[in-house]
């Protein structure tokens, strides 16, 4: 029955060579697909996913190797293929899709000319001819006024336009199967509707096998016919998406699925995930009440943590000389909202809403153009006295998105989180110090033996969980995060979200929580703002904004949200 | 995430220091190096190494003139690579010179290194009004060759060994203050930076313990190819008549004395000191690209 | 601000002359009025284009330096496309051969480019070339030809003769740096995800290689030319003292040493206005060739 596979893998082995190792980076998978079909591979960083796809077509970097296996594609053995037999497979046979479509597309050749070559050079065709059909082709992506658009350069086009453009090349050379690496993860949820949906009708168009690799289970939910579960380079698991999600065997999909935030309803916390981060050892957590960390604690009478009047900020686009040629984005225009002590309060938008933009402003980071900022009912803007500046600004910490630059590479574990106590001052030997920087670690889920360490020798999630310390050495009463785990994996980002939770609780703390991930924002908040274009659409209770939506553009967010709910 | 990876980490980690290891043992580098120790070894132990000192008039005498390498002096020593047209014993006169040349360049290019640190971290930390003025005056500057200059400022201050280094420090300030705010803006923008300032540490702190010991790597490659450069650049000032001062010959000034007597075919008098100055140079240069390889993460991984 | 070093008269007359001859030759150039009135005279002067005559050849110094340029010019002009012509493949075939030996070779060949004291190579060159081998002239320009109404040593065989040291002379730094340039952006380059889409897509090498890595990588290397230009042009004064060239570097060396101010700071004036001129030329030259700066804005 092997006649029907359009590509079958059969028992693929990919080791990574490198000076200091070895790494088995793809371990004995075996994947087919028919015809017409869309599987998607599905798997956290490290998982080997993208590998199997730069295997397929015969890309991968210097230092990887198939060891043993076969990639058969319409009958023939891809792997040990010559690299003159591959460039006819390439192109005109499989297509490929990358995940940026930012760095995909030659910035100094015009679109256009990137097509024609593309179809002259697989299908032979002449310039003519050519041009004609990636006129045609563009069209079928969706992009209107396709003739013009042929003579503009990639950077005229907005992210997804050029995602369309990238497809319509994969689609030059009239392929039987593309793969598509991780293709919306660079793009904003409503253009990631948009996309998954143009593939999905041009596969059944068109009748090409489509591979999607990607991290995000949602993604595939609906748009895959097939899935492929994969951790450490090997498959747990696979079968229709129905089968799968709906009721999966292996104990780390259902892990997996069970880290995916929901969007339909709230959950007190996220289940934990052991099969994965194995959390086991539990540190010892401080004994609040007779604590160095708790001795603030119940300061603030006021109710108010955070309330911002007409807030402004512009942001200059482009430099001239002249006033009038200068071109200014409102990043934030006349934002106004309050917080709660003790409230969790979320700010989502897509990206360029401005959303960042308020939690700097908030943080002090940046300056702000016009308005008012209160922290516990302190001006912070147009204040004279700067001690009271600096008091009400030391009360709010922030989280950054990015672990690995959010702590210097240079400095060790300990004295990054010593470093706010040391410079107020706030506890009087060294040995008081070491003794709350260890409790503090302990705190936050990471060992005393994390303390002598460099940042580089610690994952994500745990680099995240040290700049929650630091953030907590200067005893703060509000906590800005700036989408904490939007780099992480799934089940490492529920265990940040857990301890974020805890800690809210435990030190009655404000959250400020920012994010584009409306699920992740559903479970973390009891409020929320939506913002656009740097203005706020609508601000109401998590509740209601996720059942009954006032804004239009919210309830646009709303429907578009990949979730896997759908499938039960 | 699981220990399983996190070892991996630890075990990249371990290797890592392995493997910088291993780069300094190229033949590249320690090829490079040693002839680097050596030359400066020589130039720090001139008085003892050189046969004569050709500064002592006493010893220097004219009818010692354009012997030919390996040749006898009228005082019965050997002039292994000959002697100039006033009778210096031509190794002598390139050790002493090496010294002159090695003084001007290393103190120029801390001078300026200095200068350049200051004004590449205040330009990248505060960015802005002040870092625009500060670049546009490092882009006027840098628009002109270094040779340029060199050859005005020491047309304006004169001769003098002092007035070489004031002059080469100033020519090449600006390279370093440009490399320094374009490593220190990227560090800047990190989140880590932004955390510091979160924190409430004032401005001299964060320039300090952060921005500093994160934006001085890519210094480490300049400052030793730059010292290159200026050796370079000396040489040709002397050659050019405008740099050191005759009374104390650099390797440059030493290869210019021996100009006059190229077409009369005693080449040895450009020829061995021209010889000194490609190998030191070629020595600093080839070490410099061998720490840009050891030092550059992306080669590392 | 040249006014400070030395005394142009002291260099201007016999050392045995009497006190009277030379206050009569300071007072001839002005010299014996105070700083002030020198400097106010030279501004009235330049800003009628007379920078002043100079000392020591009593013409108008920026006569002097406009009628030496296209000597230099000739010499900079064929240095720089030597570079580009040998530098720019060799450096490219680096960069899409790390490993192999030949870029090791190509490598090491640009190390010692650029640490060679160019002025010690021209004698070098000299003494292989004129005096061991007698095949090429010492030094001057040669015998010059006329073509378009061009005057220029280019076009005859004796004045090639005399240009082909001096050219390789000058070009040798800039070999080793285009190299150098050359090998980094194809490095870079072919490491974007771009350069892999194209292989995805089933391009061939050379297609990829000609289409899509070099005008990426020449985008900057052409406007880093453009202002290395101006090096060169700042260089030939080396190659020119040792070769005789009759052009520019050679005329500001000897004015410098002759303490010749006029020459000095026209030549200063010359060289500022040729880098803001080149300075120019680089920014339209980056709008033209770069679409992301020449268009800007989306269509939507």
């Known amino acids: 029955m092997i006649n029907n596979y359009l590509l079958k893998i059969d028992k693929l082995n990919i080791k990574f060579f490198s000076d200091q190792e070895i790494v088995d980076a793809v371990s004995d998978v075996s994947i087919s697909l028919m015809a017409g079909e869309i599987l998607g591979i599905v798997g956290e960083s490290g998982a080997g996913k993208s590998t199997i796809g730069n295997a397929i077509i015969n890309l991968l970097d210097g230092s990887a190797e198939i060891l043993t296996g076969k990639v058969l594609f ?140 990607t991290h995000d289970i949602g993604v595939i939910a609906n748009t895959a016919n097939s899935i492929v579960v994969m951790y450490d380079g090997r498959v747990v698991e696979s079968g229709s998406v129905q089968q799968v999600i709906s009721n999966p065997r292996h104990k ?64 200059l686009l482009k430099k001239s000389f002249w006033l009038k040629n200068r071109v200014h984005l409102k990043a934030v225009n006349n934002a106004s909202f309050e917080i709660e002590k003790g409230e969790s ?95 503090l670690l302990n705190h936050v889920g990471l060992g005393k033996a994390s303390m002598l360490k460099f940042p580089n020798q610690f994952s994500g999630g745990q680099r995240q969980r040290i700049s929650i310390a630091r953030a907590l050495a200067s005893r703060p009463k509000i906590l800005i995060c700036d989408e904490p785990t939007s780099s992480l994996d799934v089940s490492v980002q529920a265990h940040i979200l857990n301890l974020l939770k805890d800690l809210q609780d435990e030190l009655d703390l404000t959250l400020l929580f920012i994010s584009h991930d409306l699920p992740v924002i559903r479970q973390m908040c009891d409020r929320v703002a939506v913002m656009r274009k740097g203005e706020i659409c609508e ?26 709910e759908n499938i039960n | 995430m699981n220990d399983k990876v996190i070892s991996k980490k630890n075990g990249v980690q371990n290797n890592n220091s392995k493997i910088i290891i291993k780069k300094f043992t190229r033949p590249a580098t320690i090829i490079s190096l040693g002839l680097l120790f050596i030359i400066i070894f020589c130039a720090v132990i001139a008085p003892f190494l050189a046969p004569t000192n050709p500064y002592d ?122 490399t320094v705010r374009a490593a220190a803006i990227v560090e800047r923008n990190k989140e880590y930076i932004q955390a510091a300032s979160c924190l409430g540490l004032s401005d001299f702190f964060i320039i300090w313990k952060h921005l500093l010991p994160n934006s001085i790597s890519p210094l480490i490659v300049l400052a030793t190819l730059q010292t290159a450069h200026s050796i370079s650049i000396e040489a040709t000032l002397s050659f050019l008549g405008v740099g050191v001062p005759i009374t104390e010959p650099s390797l440059g000034s030493l290869i210019s004395n021996g100009f006059d007597f190229i077409l009369s075919g005693a080449y040895w008098i450009t020829f061995f000191p021209g010889l000194m100055l490609l190998a030191t140079v070629a020595a600093i240069n080839i070490f410099g690209d061998q720490l840009r390889i050891i030092l550059n993460p992306r080669v590392n991984n | ?67 030496r340029f296209p000597a230099t010019l000739e010499l900079a002009t064929c240095a720089l496309i030597i570079a580009i012509v040998v530098g720019l493949p060799l450096g490219i075939f680096a ?25 010690w190579l021209g004698l070098m060159m000299i003494i292989v070339f004129s005096v061991i081998l007698g095949w090429l002239p010492v030094s001057g320009r040669g015998e010059m030809g006329t073509f378009l109404g061009i005057q220029s040593s280019l076009f005859t065989l004796d004045g090639l003769l005399h240009l082909i040291m001096p050219a390789t002379n000058l070009a040798l730094f ?56 101006g090096t060169l042009i700042a260089f030939a004064t080396v190659t020119e003292t040792i070769f005789a060239w009759p052009g520019l570097g050679k005329l500001v060396i000897e004015a410098i040493i002759n303490l010749d101010r006029p020459i000095v700071v026209a030549y200063l004036m010359f060289v500022v206005t040729l880098f803001l001129i080149l300075n120019l030329i680089v920014d339209i030259m980056y709008a033209v060739l770069d679409p992301r700066v020449r268009i800007k804005g989306e269509i939507q």
């Not at chain 1, 001006?379 to 672990?403: G, H, L, R, T, Y």
């Not at chain 3, 892999?196 to 290397?221: C, D, E, M, Q, Y």
């Open chain 2, 57 to 178: 008039l006493k010893v220097v005498s004219i009818l010692d003139s354009r012997l030919s390498p390996g040749d006898s002096m009228f005082n019965g020593n050997v002039a292994w690579l000959g002697t100039d047209g006033a009778g210096r014993d031509v190794l002598s006169a390139i050790i002493y010179g090496l010294r002159t040349s090695l003084i001007v360049a290393i103190s120029s290019a801390l001078i300026a290194l200095t200068i350049g640190l200051i004004v590449g971290l205040i330009s990248g930390f505060y960015g802005g009004k002040i870092d625009s003025f500060l670049m546009r005056v490092v882009d006027i500057q840098l628009s002109f060759p270094a040779i340029l200059i060199a050859l005005v400022l020491l047309a304006l201050l004169g001769k003098g060994i002092d007035k070489v280094i004031i002059a080469l420090a100033i020519v090449q300030w600006a390279i370093y203050a440009r």
């Open chain 1, 252 to 315: 780390y999909t259902k892990s997996l699925i069970a880290a995916v935030p929901r969007s339909d309803i709230k959950l007190g916390r996220f289940k934990s995930i052991d099969f994965i981060e194995g959390n086991k050892q539990n540190y010892q957590r401080i004994k609040l009440k007779n604590h160095w960390l708790g001795e603030k604690l119940n300061e603030k009478k006021s109710k108010k943590a955070i309330s911002v009047f007409q807030l402004n900020k512009d942001f």
């Open chain 1, 345 to 439: 309060f979320g700010i989502v938008g897509e990206s360029g809403s401005g959303k960042s933009t308020i939690a700097r402003l908030i943080a002090g980071l940046i300056s702000v153009d016009s308005g008012s900022i209160k922290i516990f009912d302190q001006e912070v803007v147009e204040n004279k006295k700067k001690s009271e500046v600096v008091n009400a600004q030391k009360e709010v910490q922030m989280i950054f998105q990015d672990p690995y630059s959010s702590l210097n590479p240079r400095m060790r574990v300990k004295d990054i989180v010593a470093e706010p106590i040391k410079f107020y001052k706030t506890a009087s030997s060294d040995h008081k110090i070491n003794e709350i920087v260890s409790d």
């Open chain 3, 1 to 67: 601000m040249i006014n400070f070093v030395g005394d142009p008269v002291d260099m201007l007359v016999n050392p045995e002359s009497l006190p009277e001859e030379i206050d009569r030759v300071r007072k001839d150039f002005g010299l014996d009025q105070p700083v002030h009135v020198q400097y106010w005279k030279f501004l009235q002067g330049a800003v009628t284009g007379n920078l002043g005559n100079s000392f020591i050849f009593g013409r108008p110094a920026l006569a002097l330096i406009i009628e």
């Open chain 1, 74 to 213: 319409d009958h023939q053995n891809l792997v040990g293929l010559d690299e003159r037999a591959m460039r006819i497979v390439r192109g005109s046979k499989i297509g490929m899709i990358f995940q940026d479509p930012q760095t995909s597309l030659n910035p100094i050749m015009t679109i256009g000319n990137q097509l024609i070559e593309t179809i002259r050079f697989t299908k032979n065709f002449d310039k003519k001819t050519a041009q004609n059909e990636a006129i045609e082709l563009l069209e079928s992506v969706g992009i209107d006024n396709p003739k013009l658009r042929m003579k503009a350069y990639p950077h005229q086009f907005s992210g997804g336009m050029r995602q369309r453009v990238v497809i319509a090349l994969a689609l030059a050379g009239d392929p039987d199967l593309i793969i598509a690496d991780e293709p919306t993860t660079a793009l904003d949820v409503s253009v990631q509707a948009q996309i998954l949906e143009l593939i999905k009708s041009l596969c059944k168009k068109r009748k090409v096998g489509v591979i999607i690799i």
């Open chain 1, 539 to 564: 601000i109401n209770t998590t509740e209601n904004i996720f059942k009954k939506p006032k804004h239009s553009y919210t309830k646009e967010l709303i429907k578009l949200i990949p979730r896997i």
């Open chain 3, 174 to 229: 800039k070999i080793a740096m285009v190299i150098r340039l050359a090998r980094a952006g194809t490095e870079e380059v072919m490491g974007f995800d771009f350069i892999k889409f194209t292989r995805a897509r089933g391009l061939p090498p050379k297609r990829i290689v000609s289409f899509h890595l070099l005008p990426n990588i020449l985008i900057p290397i052409i406007t880093v030319l453009a202002i290395e230009f």
């Open chain 3, 95 to 119: 960069g899409l051969n790390p490993n192999s030996i030949g870029t090791r070779i190509i490598m090491g060949g640009s190390v010692l480019g650029i640490s060679i004291p160019t002025f």
